[in-house]
């Protein structure tokens, strides 16, 4: 089936082609749902959860658009670059990367190994530098593109039990700024989006003390929804943002404009 021509409130992205990393996970589904729904074709990454992915293929598809999902560990190098290649080769270009894919572990400081800092940094650091590396590299020669990191909120703000976590969110965000200056003269784009605390199911019951504060914290009185996430990524991707390069978008309902004091 074609892609839909684009929501009629979304910026249309026709005739892109995206490649969403850690689209099995709920808010990669968002994510890939949205750029769908703009007009993209849409290739969904997942490491193990395939039957997650093939259900959100065949969403998008049932709604008209065109949808594929690709498995790879984006820990390994070389799977990063192997992913890249095959959402190339799908339809003869790339023109856009959401780097979602990572994992956010709870543990304190003094029970962290060096393998458990490795495990979070190799997933959330080694993947967006792999995968935008390779990607970078299809889009040059394809004209340009765009990259979108998804960071955190936590790339700003610690939280305890989460120093792996925070200290990978805040490299992904260097990173961007980074490569937007380095690919920049190639015509990519490299931007960040730092999401608060999405709803998920069963968040509320497994952790109800955060997700209440949150709540009173938060100036726009709820949580994000992962399709909050998958508007920014749209207008990253778009031509709206044809200017928009080596920024970190804050999505987060207001929450970082609370003072600390």
């Known amino acids: 089936m ?4 684009g929501s009629p409130r979304l910026p249309s992205l026709a005739g892109q082609v995206a490649l969403v990393t850690g689209a099995g996970g709920g808010l990669g589904t ?3 749902l949205r750029l769908a729904e703009a007009g ?8 193990t959860n395939a039957t997650a992915a093939e259900a959100l293929v065949s969403r998008i598809e049932e709604q008209g658009g065109s949808a594929l999902a690709v498995r790879a560990d984006l820990s ?16 003869g270009r790339l023109t856009a990367l959401v780097n979602n894919a990572g994992v956010q572990p ?26 935008t590396q390779a990607a ?4 040059r020669d ?3 593109g765009s990259v979108t990191h998804i960071a955190s909120v936590e790339a700003h703000q610690p939280t305890a039990a989460h120093a792996h976590y925070c200290a990978s969110k805040a490299a992904v965000v260097m990173h961007a700024r980074t490569a937007a200056l380095e690919y920049g003269p190639d015509g990519i784009r490299v931007n960040s989006v730092s999401p608060g605390l999405i709803d998920r199911e069963g968040l509320a019951e497994s952790w109800p003390d955060g997700v209440h504060r949150y709540r009173q914290a938060v100036p726009a009185g709820r949580l994000g929804r992962p399709e909050d996430i998958g508007d920014a990524c749209v207008f990253l991707a778009s031509p709206m943002a044809a200017w928009v390069t080596g920024h970190d978008l804050v999505v987060d309902g207001g929450v970082s404009a609370r003072p600390t004091w």
């Open 136 to 139: 970078a590299a299809v889009m």
């Open 106 to 131: 709870v543990q304190d400081l003094a029970s962290m190994t060096v393998a458990d800092w490795r495990a979070v940094n190799d997933t959330n650091v080694l993947s967006v530098f792999a995968c």
């Open 76 to 91: 390994a190098e070389e799977e990063c670059h192997q992913l890249v290649r095959t959402a190339a080769e799908w339809r």
């Open 2 to 5: 074609s892609a839909p021509a």
């Open 142 to 144: 394809g004209g340009g």
């Open 40 to 47: 993209a074709a849409v290739v969904a990454h997942y490491r």
């Open 30 to 32: 968002g994510i890939a």
